[in-house]
Antibody, heavy 118, light 108 residues
């Protein structure tokens, strides 16, 4: 069974930075697009960013462009999200998800919580 | 950008009821539509992809239909484990994905 484990969340002040990680196992990580999705407390889901298997293409939701950077290390089966200039509105649970082409987001991690507050 | 809407936002139903949730896209997404179920404190779970294909292991009481801009998720006979929030998602292009706002199914 596919496993995705996120880490790196925590409490950070407005304007601060965090780096989220997602370690993948039990599938060939380098064959898949990967995404970050967030969910604000009590609210719905928002896709944040995704990255092509070889890292050559990356896409972001408008609200994080210029502040967040998605990357991956295929040798280490890891996905990352560097988050800079964090704002209160970035407070959310962040999930990594395997993006399986026509099969959409077929596997999700348990999430890591990010809180931006002074 | 493609916007997604869902109706209703909340649905109260009883065990055994037939439940229908509607999802609409602001422009055609062909059949690039997925449905997810989420329970409190848990990650979303994929139920249906390509509008009507049931993900492996998902009970057959769940079904999806539609294409273009209008889609439905049907639960043929609601079970106690089905009380949850359901989200649709368009994935027409990899440059942007969009989720609907969700439909909460609770106990009448």
């Amino acid at each position: 069974e596919v496993q995705l484990v996120e880490s790196g969340g925590g409490l950070v002040q407005p304007g601060g930075s965090l780096r989220l990680s997602c370690v993948a196992s039990r599938f060939t990580f380098s064959n898949y697009w990967m995404s970050w999705v967030r969910q604000t407390p009590g609210k719905g889901l928002e896709w944040v960013a995704n990255i092509k298997p070889d890292g050559s293409e990356k896409y972001y939701v408008d609200s994080v462009k210029g502040r967040f950077t998605i990357s991956r290390d295929n040798a280490g089966n890891s996905l990352f999200l560097q988050m800079n200039s964090l704002q209160a509105e970035d407070t959310a649970m962040y999930y990594c998800a395997r993006t399986a082409g026509a099969i959409a987001f077929d596997s999700w991690g348990l999430g890591t919580r990010v809180t931006v507050s002074s | 950008d493609i916007q997604m809407t869902q109706s209703p936002s909340t649905l109260s139903a009883s065990v055994g009821d037939r439940v229908i949730i509607i999802c609409r896209a602001s422009q055609s997404i062909n059949s690039w539509l997925a449905w997810y179920q989420q329970k409190p404190g848990k990650a979303p779970k994929l139920l249906i992809y390509k509008a009507s294909t049931l993900e492996s292991g998902v009970p057959s009481r769940f079904s999806g239909s539609g294409s273009g801009t209008e889609f439905t998720l049907t639960i043929s006979s609601l079970q106690p484990d089905d009380f949850a929030t359901y989200y649709c998602q368009q994935y027409k292009t990899y440059s942007i994905f969009t989720f609907g706002p969700g439909t909460k199914v609770d106990i009448k």
